[in-house]
Structure formats: C-alpha cells, structure tokens
C-alpha cells in the first residue's frame, strides 16, 4: 500500500515553455502533499505544500507565479513549471501521506526535468 | 529554522565493513525519519523513530534516536554493495525538513 505515482518520468522542453508534472496517491487519500527539488548530489529542498481544495503555501524563495501548484483532488496534485529556464532544470520529487497515517511520507519517482 | 546536518558527507568503504551515519540538530523533533535514495529515484522510507532514546533495528541497519530527540545516528553492520546509496535524515511535525545526506559508496 501507500504508493505514489509521478509522471512524466523525465521531460525535455524547449526554454520558455511549460510542463506539467502530476503526482498522484494511488491507494490512499492525501490532503496533503509536498513538492521537492534536487539539484545533482544535494539533498531535497521543499518548495511548496499542496493542500487539496486550497492554495499551495510556498517556501521562502521559490515563486508561485513560476511554480504553479493545483491540488484539486485528494489524489492529485500538479507541479506546473511555466516558462522554464535552462536554471529550472533538476529533479522534482513529490510526496504524499495518508490523511490518518503520522509516519512518514511516501515519494514519487520524480521527474527530471530537463530544460534547453 | 531547523536545520539537520548529517555527516559525513560521503563515505566509501569495503564490503563487510561497519559504518555510522550522524544527523544532528539544534532543535527538538517529534520524529525522525530516514530514507534511502538511489539515484533517479525518489527516498524510500527506512524507519520512523519518534521516542527519545529509541533504538530501531532493521536487519544489519540499526537506528537510534537522541533522548532529547535532537539528533539520530544509522549504524550499518558488515556493509554491502547494496547498501549503496543516498542516506537522508528528515523531520518534521507537518512538513517534513531533510538533512544534507550522506552519499555512502560499498565497494565489493
């Protein structure tokens, strides 16, 4: 049980361009979930927490005009990278906890997103 | 801000040999988490510990956490190559904060 299922796996776009990256719970129910990025060798750095039915609270530093966040189900969440940057490329990781559970989080895959 | 320092940073070693892997912080958490992480891949959960004092063992891993639950440690006995990997501590009452990993390379 407590799978999460992110998709697309890895994603080349052009610069200026936009990409969506879904996360979803595929046997659990998750108000919450967390997006993460995670440049070459470095740990994960929380960018924004999606909270179903409501706005995403963003980290310190990460812009939410860039870094588009919808949560519209409580098995759904969307990372949406508008007008991607060669910068913006790395590795974005979702996560996902069951609404009742208080251990731990289950991550997606990622995906690396690859910009030029 | 909390913060978690893990250390070391990186770590190579022989098969069979034994290692510990520090996370330390200046605050309190309610519980501790560590993950392993391969490369193009997200962290897979290892253990939660959430009492202070609390020793966890999972197979040749074992994991303690700090009485005043500042600070956890991951031992591992007679590595494996297949222990390879990124170790990441993390905590958090809701939103959870990793530690900087510890890239841990088991040579055969």
């Known amino acids: 049980g407590a799978v999460v299922s992110q998709h697309p796996s890895r994603v080349i776009c052009k610069s200026g361009t936009s990409v969506k990256i879904e996360c979803r719970s595929l046997?659990?129910?998750?108000?919450?979930m967390f997006w993460y990025r995670q440049f070459p060798k470095q740990s994960l750095m929380l960018m924004a927490t999606?909270?179903?039915?409501?706005?995403?609270?963003?980290e310190q530093g990460v812009e939410k005009d860039k870094f588009l966040i919808n949560h519209a189900s409580l098995t759904l969440s969307t990372l949406t990278v508008t007008s991607a940057h060669p910068e913006d490329s790395s590795f974005y990781i979702c996560?996902?906890?069951?609404?009742?559970?208080?251990?731990?989080?289950?991550f997606g895959s990622g995906t690396r997103l690859t910009v030029v | 801000t909390q913060l978690l320092e893990q250390s070391p940073q990186f770590l190579s070693i022989q098969e069979g040999e034994n290692l510990t892997v520090y996370c330390n912080s200046s605050?309190?958490?309610?519980?501790l988490q560590w993950y392993r992480q391969e490369p193009g891949e997200g962290p897979v959960l290892l253990v939660t510990?959430?009492?202070?004092?609390e020793v966890k063992k999972l197979k040749r891993l074992t994991f303690q956490f700090g009485d005043a639950r500042k600070d956890s440690s991951l031992h591992i006995t007679a590595a494996q190559p297949g222990d390879t990997g990124l170790y990441l501590c993390?905590?958090?009452?809701?939103?959870?904060?990793f530690g900087t990993g510890t890239r841990l390379k088991v040579l055969a």
């Open positions: 996560s996902a906890a069951r609404t009742e559970s208080n251990y731990g989080y289950t």
């Open positions: 046997d659990f129910q998750a108000t919450t």
């Open positions: 999606s909270n179903e039915g409501s706005k995403a609270t963003y």
């Open positions: 605050s309190v958490f309610s519980s």
């Open positions: 510990v959430v009492t202070g004092g």
């Open positions: 993390a905590g958090g009452s809701y939103k959870y904060i």
